[in-house]
């Protein structure tokens, strides 16, 4: 793993990923996957996909806002996630594909997810 | 993209240089078994193997796939494809014509990537008289192969580069997506027969489908331009055939395959011994194909208590991240690409 400049809470490693079903994820994401620490701050429980919007801090000490992308519900509750599994205020470590183009976006790989704090 | 291109490029170098003798015993249709690593379910597709003057043509959903070698009852292919993850995939499939069967491996960069095979497909019999069957209940998500390349015309190509996905599919607007693509989408199928008709349920986008025995297509229907178009049936012996016509210009997977509003998508639901749903499917579209685009899956029947659950849609997110990314003045320029 190494960590990108400037932004000293994410970490890329490249490894293939599996991604999801029917949509193009390859569009937004690139292959190279990566991780981010932050902390929720709106959750977007729905479909077409649920989205989890994360505080996260960069070495400078700004901070930016991170749009996580998982799946459907229906992929999500097979999974045995709720609305309840992450909430606004947690602190989270996660890890998925990187958006393309150094967009703040991760496409999140649901066994990534670690609650700090 | 870099799967098009790349096979693209291998198409344009190798096929001008393989001078392959025919094999008339590879000539037909085939129903092709691909291992896809994921949760141990295969994908599913239909393998077309033709005459040609210079050799044998290979085409795998309609879409072309590069020969590298016949030598006897020997074949060895590569296919672009994208898996049930949706995972893009370049392997060469090298296999043995042997009883009727051509089986062998797959690898990808020279790795190992499991088995795959193909049969013959049953050719289609118009004559044969109307044995119908129930085909009633829940239909789970399909197995099958996502093919990557296909012959577009010159409008064709037109529609796809002018496509993107990021900012142009109906989908992240919560629009349907229409009835060829989410033929194929990870989501359940609930059949009702409602005598004259048969009730489809998607459970994509909470979609309603009419399939009637009793009428044609009504007059004008090439202006229909709806998402799941108007669909007329027929029994040829245990094979429901449908014929789907007035769908909505739009595209039939998320990279941007186009549909124009003159498509006609074809297909046909029967049973095998083991009471799977295969479905195969064409949509020919002369404006955008040279060629039918076909696809072959296959669906298992869901227990009787099992419910399909809602698919509500919103696109906040779709907005929230065009705004929070510094796109949405470049989204609303692009309106005339609006599907």
Redesign the interface.
């Known amino acids: 793993m190494k960590t990108l400049a400037g932004l000293g809470a994410i970490a890329v490693a490249v490894v ?1 990923s ?11 994401y690139i292959r190279e996957t990566g991780s981010i620490e932050g902390v929720v701050v709106e959750v ?1 429980w ?4 649920v ?1 989890y ?1 994360l505080e996260v801090t960069n070495d400078d000490g700004s901070t930016m ?1 991170w ?1 996580v ?1 998982s799946d ?4 999500m ?1 097979r999974a045995g996630w709720t609305i309840e599994t992450l909430e606004v205020g947690d602190r989270v470590r996660v890890s998925g594909r990187l958006g393309r183009e150094g ?3 991760l496409a999140l790989d649901l066994e990534s997810v670690e609650t700090l704090d | 993209m870099f799967i098009k291109r790349l096979v693209a490029l291998c198409l344009a170098y190798a096929l001008p240089a393989l001078s392959v003798a025919q094999d008339s015993a590879f000539v037909g249709d085939w129903l092709l078994w691909v291992e896809s690593g994921y949760e141990g379910r295969p994908a599913y597709g239909t393998l077309a193997i033709e005459a040609t003057d210079s050799g044998l043509a290979l085409y795998v959903e309609g879409g072309p796939v590069n020969l590298l070698e016949l030598d006897g009852t020997r074949i060895r292919f590569d296919l672009d494809w994208v898996d049930l993850r949706d995972a893009p995939r370049l392997s060469t499939l090298s296999g043995v014509l042997e009883n009727g069967v051509i089986q062998g491996e797959v690898t990808e960069d020279g790795a190992d990537r499991g088995a795959w095979r193909a049969a013959r497909l049953a050719a289609p019999n118009p004559d044969a008289p109307p044995m119908p069957v129930d085909l009633t209940g829940i239909w789970g998500e399909p197995d099958y192969i996502g093919k990557g390349v296909f012959d577009l015309t010159a409008a064709g190509r037109a529609a796809d580069e002018a496509y993107d996905e990021t900012l142009d599919d109906p989908i992240l607007r919560c629009v349907s997506d229409g009835l060829i693509r989410m033929s194929h989408g990870p989501f359940d199928i609930e059949v009702v027969d409602a005598g004259n008709r048969l009730i489809m349920l998607y459970q994509d986008m909470h979609e309603v489908r009419r399939v009637y025995f009793d009428r044609g297509f009504p007059d004008g229907i090439e202006r229909m331009n709806e998402s799941m178009g108007y669909s007329v049936g027929r029994w040829e012996g245990s094979t429901l055939v449908i014929e789907t016509r007035g769908l909505k210009k739009g595209v039939w997977d998320a990279p941007g395959m186009p549909i124009s509003t003159d498509a006609v998508f074809t297909e046909r639901w029967y049973l095998d011994d083991d009471g799977d749903l295969h479905i195969e499917f064409s949509m020919a579209d002369p404006e955008n194909y040279d060629r039918p685009a076909l696809m072959h899956q296959i669906r298992s029947k869901q227990p009787d208590d099992r419910e399909i659950p809602p698919y509500s849609c919103d696109p906040h997110p779709f907005y929230r991240g065009l705004d929070l990314e510094g796109r949405l003045d470049e989204y609303w320029g692009r309106s005339r690409y609006r599907l």
Not at chain 1, 18 to 28: C, E, G, I, R
């Open positions: 293939a599996p991604v999801l079903a029917h949509h193009a994820y390859d569009a937004n977007f729905g479909n077409p996909h989205h919007y806002l749009d992308e459907n519900l229906g992929v509750a967009r703040s976006r």
